[in-house]
Structures are given as C-alpha cells and as structure tokens.
C-alpha cells in the first residue's frame, strides 16, 4: 500500500512538474495556442470574407508566437470562458481582451498591460443622460463576465446592470431602448457608437481605466517571462504601434491614440 501511495505521489508531482513547464510544451510542439475573441470588433472577430480570425488581438498572438519562434494557433472563447479555457489547458494563453482584476489575478498570472482604455458608457444622445447620476433607477448593459460588468456594478449603485452575452447583443438591447446605457471598454464600444449614425455619445465620465493583458496560467515563469521579453520588443521595435494604428489609428473609423506604453503588471496590481 505505501508503495502505490508514493507512487500515486510521485505521479502527481511529475505531472505537476510537467504542467508547470509550459514554454517548452510549446516550442517542443511548435505551436502556440492563443485565445481570443471572436465577435468584438477590431479585438478578434471573424473576417466576412476570408472566415479566419482578425483584430488587434489576434496581431498581438501573432507576433508573440513569432518571437517564441513558434507557429500560432487560434481559438475563438467567449468572454466568460476565457479564464476557464486557460485554466484546464485549453489554450497556452489567453489575450480577448482580458483586463486585469484581482479576482482574476488569484486564478491566474498576467503579463505587462499591452493595452490601457477606459471603461465607459455608451447612451443615446436624445436620453437625457449626461451623467452617471443620471443613470439612476435606470438599465445597463454590459457583456457578461467582463470588467465592464464588474465596474458597472461596482460605480453604479443605483442602476440595473443587465449581463448579455457579447457586444452586440449589449448594443442592440441599448438600440431597442431595453436598456439606457452600455458599458463597455472604449476600445471596443466606439465601434457601435459609430454604427449608430450619430445617435449615441459616451458619458465624460469613466468607469475604470482597464489595462489588457495577456493571461497565462499559474505556475509558469518561463511563459509568463517570455511573453513579458516579447511584449517589450514589440514596444521598442515600434511594432506594437504599427498593430495599434492597424485597427485604431487615424486612418481607422475610430481615430484613438495610444496614450499609454506598454506597462509593467506591478504599476497596477493590487
């Protein structure tokens, strides 16, 4: 019996051991397993015409993979499937959009921000709302699992917060006036205000200021350190800016500057 207890035992630390070692899974197997966002414009979204996976996300797998020397692979997650998906394996890391938060951070390990936005509220212009305080005894919406329903929830008190299950989904309930408000990462929002032809505006106020980052699970401190090297030469190489003007620049619909670089976890970690 205290042979196969030890043996058990020694399974399970070598199986541990193996886990931890995430790095050299992928380079051995040549691949990196990237998650993203299939459905929010211009973070990770299926492209009409060719069906693959594009968006500032996606860029940023990429050139991570490159720098790792490795191939990319892509799977599309929901939002409240991304750190499930990276817990059990499913992916090496996990990009969609993923803010840091310290729930999230007592499940799983964040790389450097490569991304800092605020989180703020979309309503139609003919509203009445201005305000925060206006939203008061009123709905909003927010994509279930995300920052922009955890802060939603947390800074306003007194209004309805309705979890839906992607973006548009938020947008249309705000469009069919079954809600009053849409919260959202600014990034990402901007793209339905645009669509609404001039019929929403964002409230001045924010939020939260979000700061993405790319997910990596516990335990791995050569992926996570890898991860980190790649992202600062993206920044130094000028290749992050080139990413971000790709899908945000002035040339884009949503003409957003870059106001901040590439920041360490431990300027914003609590």
């Known amino acids: 019996m205290k042979r196969l207890i030890f043996a058990i035992l020694g399974l399970t630390i070598g199986m541990s051991s193996a886990w931890a070692d995430g790095l050299s899974d992928v380079k051995s197997r040549g691949v990196l397993i990237c998650g993203v966002l299939g459905d929010l414009v211009p973070l990770g979204y299926e492209d009409p015409k060719t069906r693959s996976l594009v968006g500032l996300d996606v860029d940023i797998c990429g050139a991570i993979a490159q720098d790792l020397g490795v191939k990319l692979e892509l799977k599309a997650v929901s939002v409240d499937a991304r750190i499930p998906s990276l817990v059990t394996g499913h992916v090496d890391v996990m990009t969609a959009s993923l803010a840091y938060t310290v729930p999230r951070a007592k499940q799983i390990d964040f790389s450097s921000a490569y991304m800092s936005v605020p989180v703020s509220v979309l309503v139609k212009k003919d509203s009445g709302i201005k305000s925060f305080a206006d939203l008061a005894g009123k709905k909003v919406s927010a994509n279930r699992g995300s920052t922009s329903e955890v802060f939603a929830r947390q800074k306003l008190k007194s209004t309805e917060v309705i979890a839906l299950d992607n973006g548009p989904a938020s947008y249309l309930a705000l469009m069919q006036d079954k809600v009053q408000g849409m919260s959202m990462v600014k990034s990402a929002g901007i793209g339905f205000h645009n669509r609404s032809n ?73």
């Open 198 to 270: 001039g019929q929403t505006e964002f409230l001045d106020e924010a939020l939260f200021w979000e700061y993405d980052c790319i997910g990596v699970r516990k335990g791995e401190p050569a992926l996570l350190s890898a991860v980190n090297v790649a992202l600062d030469k993206l920044e130094s190489s000028g290749r992050l800016q080139t990413i971000w003007d790709r899908w945000y620049g002035p040339t884009t619909e949503y003409k957003l500057t870059r106001d901040k670089k590439v920041t360490a976890v431990t300027e914003f970690q609590q």
